[in-house]
């Protein structure tokens, strides 16, 4: 059992950055494979970033490829996503997620196991 806890959000101007952080509980992190989805108003979750248990693999949606980036450090059982050039269409809660067994970056949200609650990132223009 993995229980995460994402932290990190807030409100920002355009074109600012923002770190999220999530921390997971149990001495399997290293384990599993992370991703990051967002969720806006109204809209699906949609896949963000995603990256391997060894942290040797990452892959990117289109949207935000080139301005965010997926990392991981298994001694401190936490991932990040660092976000720049944030930009409004960014606007959404971001969720955390841990899944597989020693695999790869995971992109589809229902092959994921555990979820964090959410942090809100809000992009004013």
């Known amino acids: 059992q993995v229980q995460l806890g994402e932290s990190g959000g807030g409100l920002v101007q355009a074109g600012g950055s923002l770190r999220l952080s999530c921390a997971a509980s149990?001495?399997?992190?290293?384990?599993?494979?992370f991703g990051w989805f967002r969720q806006a108003p109204g809209k699906e979750r949609e896949f963000a970033a995603a990256?391997?248990?060894?942290?040797?693999?990452?892959y990117y949606a289109d949207s935000v490829k080139g301005r965010f980036t997926i990392s991981r450090d298994n001694a401190k059982n936490t991932v990040y996503l660092q976000m720049n050039s944030l930009k409004p269409e960014d606007t959404a809660v971001y969720y955390c997620?841990?899944?597989?067994?020693?695999?790869?970056?995971?992109?589809?949200?229902?092959?994921?196991?555990?979820w964090g609650q959410g942090t809100q990132v809000t992009v004013s223009s």
């Open positions: 149990g001495s399997t992190f290293s384990r599993y494979a």
């Open positions: 997620a841990a899944g597989g067994s020693y695999g790869g970056p995971i992109v589809r949200h229902y092959d994921y196991d555990y």
């Open positions: 990256i391997s248990w060894s942290g040797g693999s990452t």
